[in-house]
């Protein structure tokens, strides 16, 4: 795991080595353990490194025997070994046992195609120094990040945004567009940044920039299958095959040359992945587990009996958090607005296994492959509904008035919270429904809320969804609209979240879920065997039954969440206040300063629980002051 930056300067003046430097740095705590920088021509590539394979011999940037070919690289290449063997019986000969040094390789025998060849997560820049050409490319779930610029015959390049901000000839003119996606979202889809001067290299695409200009182009999409060309087999026959892929990911997830752990919530992904790196290792593993004194969110009882089962090396502490002194560093690690309030204790879990590993594995992308989140149970249940009764929708939408008179609690996710989501998306399309289930600030929110600069009737966040949705026509419903969230919320929020909060700790965190021998069942799974009525999961479930104890298997998902509606309505309510005063609002320049002030004595009030929208405006006015030129 690392940090990667460059600049190719293709039509303009050479870079700066100073500059170059300067980006690397920014990075050191995605690389604690080396860095460097190569300056070749108009070229100049930077990382920093944490050592996880061939320790000794693995620094970056690589570079070919001839000088021609440099490479620098951030992530893990699962199937390097394989590759090593390919490479020798071809005659190439290998100084290294790190799998950065592959990719060299690989690039001089088969060209930009050998990303197709690549297990992994990984962002990787490649100069060839010979074809003065750049190439830039992006695992196929996103689960490594790549931020470019390109700019006056300049294209620059880094793992986060704040690389890319050293250079102050970059304009931080935020992008209205992108802000908009912000207030409803929570977070900021790919290819948008904050900034309109930057962007996203998206999930699964290749960036190739030579004298003649940049060129961007897709090279791999996982994807649902078709209806009638679904799995087939009983499901107890599915969930052995199921388990043995888990199996295979999970050890090859497991190599590395320092100490693995897991991050252990007592959800199912992550007992499952506990379960199988036990079985696989000699000494007990060790886990982590965060917990939390509102007991609709915690999950540390069950976290223990899987720790207790699989015989681990537990570790755990109880979330007392001192918000005001954590926020402002979350705020900082991300670089641009980002709300997801489950970033408080994945950086707090993630600083707990650092004291102990340098690797952890994480339950990413169970719930998008396989079906856990109950908007998926709303979902169906909608669409079925759609079917066999229209208009249906439309009746449960006239309740909405009624339902928005319920008192907020401040319980996760409660009754009176999934009643009005549900009802008042019930009338809208599927893929609108979806959205409408877990919007943050709805089009006629945002338009009361943004200040007159700001605002943009025409503005549509839902493009990358409405793109990304018009490419799997011909699948199942509910197929589809798990693949919009593997494609947008999980690459853009959930993965986003991991990288940034275990990299500030020094830490790789690996999500073996996320691996295409995985994926691809899960993506050729029917309908009934993820979502069934209100049961989830239902063949990952049945995959772990032999495994886990019968309490983890059928507790109700709980996620990853804090107690914000309660801590808002309590210890959190001077932060609050001192965060979104009517004075720095209106200083800011973004918002409206009367509307925030409102939803936060709407919120206080219990009549509605505003706890997702008032975190993501208390985040944005302490990103906007760190690093906005201002509204």
Not at 52 to 58: L, S, T
Not at 151 to 162: H, M, T, V
Not at 542 to 566: D, E, H, T, W
Request: include cysteine; charge should be neutral.
């Amino acid at each position: 795991m690392c940090g990667i930056c460059g600049i190719y300067a293709y039509s303009s003046a050479r870079p700066e080595r100073e500059l170059v430097q300067r980006m690397t740095a920014a990075l050191t705590h995605r690389g604690p353990d080396s860095g460097g920088v190569h300056l070749d021509g108009p070229a100049a590539l930077g990382a920093r490194r944490l050592a996880i394979i061939d320790v000794a011999h693995g620094d970056q940037p690589m570079i070919s025997a001839d000088g021609d070919v440099c490479v620098v690289q951030n992530g893990e290449i699962l199937n390097h070994r394989q590759l090593r063997v390919g490479l020798e019986a071809d005659g190439f000969a290998l100084r290294t046992a790190c799998d950065t040094e592959v990719l060299i390789h690989l690039y001089l025998r088969d060209g930009p195609r050998f990303l197709s060849d690549l297990r992994g997560m990984f962002a990787i820049a490649l100069w060839d120094r010979r074809r003065r050409l750049l190439l830039l490319a992006r695992d196929r779930f996103g689960i490594k990040p790549l931020y470019y610029s390109s700019l006056a015959g300049r294209l620059s390049f880094a793992s986060e945004l704040k690389a890319l901000l050293e250079d102050p000839e970059l304009p931080r003119e935020v992008d209205r567009d992108a802000l908009h996606s912000f207030l409803a979202f929570n977070s900021i889809p790919a290819p948008q940044t904050i900034f309109g001067s930057a962007r996203k290299l998206p999930a699964g695409h290749l960036l190739t920039c030579s004298e003649s200009g940049v060129h961007l182009e897709r090279f791999a999409r996982p994807a649902p299958v078709a209806r009638g060309q679904t799995a087939s087999g009983s499901r107890e026959a599915l969930a052995q095959e199921l388990r043995e892929r888990l199996l295979d990911s999970v050890r090859a997830h497991l190599l590395a040359d320092v100490p693995v752990g897991v991050l252990l919530s007592g959800g199912v992904d992550s007992s499952v992945l506990t379960a199988l790196a036990s079985s696989l290792c000699p000494e007990p593993i060790k886990t982590f587990s965060i917990g939390f004194r509102e007991r609709s969110f915690d999950e540390l009882h069950l976290a223990r009996q899987v720790a207790r089962r699989c015989r681990t090396d537990h570790h755990e502490l109880v979330l007392r958090p001192d918000v005001a002194h954590l926020l402002p560093k979350l705020v900082a690690a991300f670089d641009e607005p980002f709300a997801d309030s489950s970033a408080l204790p994945t950086y707090l879990v993630c600083a707990l296994a650092a004291e102990h590993v340098k690797v952890v594995l994480s339950g990413e992308g169970g719930d998008e492959l396989f079906g856990g989140y109950e908007t998926y149970a709303a979902d169906q249940l909608a669409y079925t509904a759609d079917r066999i009764a229209p208009g249906i929708g439309r009746s449960a939408a006239r309740l909405a008035p009624l339902v928005g008179l319920l008192p907020s609690a401040s319980t996760r996710v409660s009754l009176d919270y999934r009643a009005k989501r549900f009802t008042a998306a019930a009338a809208l399309p599927p893929l609108e429904r979806h959205h409408g289930f877990k919007e943050i600030f709805s089009s006629e929110e945002r338009s009361a809320l943004l200040r007159e600069r700001w605002r943009d009737p025409g503005s549509d966040p839902l493009a990358p969804w409405r793109a990304r949705f018009a490419e799997t026509e011909g699948a199942p419903m509910l197929a589809r609209l798990q693949d919009v969230d593997l494609g947008v919320y999980l690459v853009d929020d959930l993965l986003v979240k991991t990288d940034r909060m275990s990299m500030i700790h020094g830490l790789e965190a690996r999500v073996p879920f996320l691996d295409p021998v995985v994926a691809e069942l899960a993506l050729a799974l029917p309908t009934h065997h993820k979502v069934l009525a209100l049961s989830k999961k239902r063949l990952l479930r049945r995959a772990a039954a032999p495994l886990l104890p019968q309490a983890v298997l059928r507790a109700r998902k709980r996620g990853f969440s804090i107690p914000a509606a309660a801590w808002l309505r309590g210890e959190l309510e001077p932060l609050a206040r001192q965060l979104l005063a009517r004075e720095r609002i209106a200083s800011q320049g973004f918002f409206e300063p009367t509307v925030v002030t409102g939803l936060l004595e709407q919120h206080l009030a219990r009549r509605v629980d505003r706890s997702r929208q008032l975190w993501g405006l208390m985040c944005f006015s302490l990103w906007a002051e760190r690093w906005a030129d201002g509204g």
